[in-house]
């Protein structure tokens, strides 16, 4: 498969706790984005990191990327409950590809 | 999902019968996308425009057309429903950035929720 895997699946957290989740992927990047979408709803946009950059911020969002190993990691710091959403990372293949490619997917529950 | 709407929001049919779903979009932006999301499989790509009448097939692209008649509306059609096409259906759209068309955020609709019986 050509999707990018996120892990874990599934994040249970109590609310103000950090949540922490990660993207693997196999072949190079232009970019990885990551997406948030809550139940019933479509996906949003949350940030994107270039190849060239190590790490970016966005309020509680802090994103990495290695691309020596082929990964990205999204925490959420001091989350709160409607943080609850599933997660997902999305790629775009180095070479001028038109399609992103998507993860599964991880969902998080933050308990208040 | 400012400026991107999906028709219906919501269909039950019948095994057989063809249907159609639109996205209409008031961003002026060049790509447009239906995707499917299903439990366990995540978000696939069923099939894609980058341009009024210029259209590629996605990883799941069987049973499915599309056409693309001008640039706001991005139209999906299953011309004999199965229940396997039972699924939540999104538009996407976005605008390549740079040259190489490199992919920047896609923005997506509200979804379809369709139940083929």
């Known amino acids: 498969s050509q999707q990018g895997e996120e892990d874990p699946q599934a994040l249970s957290i109590q609310e103000g706790e950090n949540a922490t989740m990660n993207c693997s992927y196999k072949?190079?990047?232009?970019?990885l984005q990551w997406y948030r979408q809550n139940s019933g709803r479509g996906l949003v946009h949350l940030i994107l990191?270039?190849?060239?950059?190590r790490e970016k911020h966005s309020g509680r969002l802090r994103v990495t990327l290695d691309t020596s190993k082929k990964s990205s990691s999204l925490l959420i710091t001091a989350s709160r409950a409607a943080d609850t959403a599933s997660y997902f990372c999305?790629?775009?293949?180095?070479?001028?590809?038109?399609?992103?490619?998507f993860g599964k997917g991880t969902k998080l529950t933050v308990n208040p | 999902d400012a400026g991107i709407t999906q028709s219906p929001r919501h269909k039950v049919t019948e095994t057989g019968t063809p249907v159609t779903l639109r996205c209409h979009q008031t961003?002026?932006?060049?790509?447009m996308y239906w995707y499917r999301q299903d439990p366990g499989h995540g978000l696939r790509l069923i099939h894609y425009?980058?341009?009024?009448?210029?259209?590629d097939k996605g990883e799941v692209s069987d049973g499915y057309s599309v056409s693309r008649s001008k640039t706001e509306d991005f139209l999906l059609t299953l011309e004999s429903a199965t229940s396997s096409q039972t699924s939540v259906y999104f538009c996407?759209?976005?605008?390549?950035?740079?040259?190489?068309?490199?992919?920047?955020?896609?923005?997506f609709g509200p979804g379809t929720r369709l139940l083929v019986l």
């Open positions: 996407a759209i976005s605008n390549p950035a740079g040259r190489g068309g490199i992919l920047e955020t896609q923005y």
């Open positions: 072949t190079s990047i232009n970019n």
């Open positions: 990191i270039r190849s060239n950059e």
């Open positions: 999305a790629r775009a293949p180095q070479g001028g590809s038109e399609k992103l490619v």
């Open positions: 961003e002026n932006h060049r790509y």
């Open positions: 425009s980058y341009g009024v009448k210029d259209t």
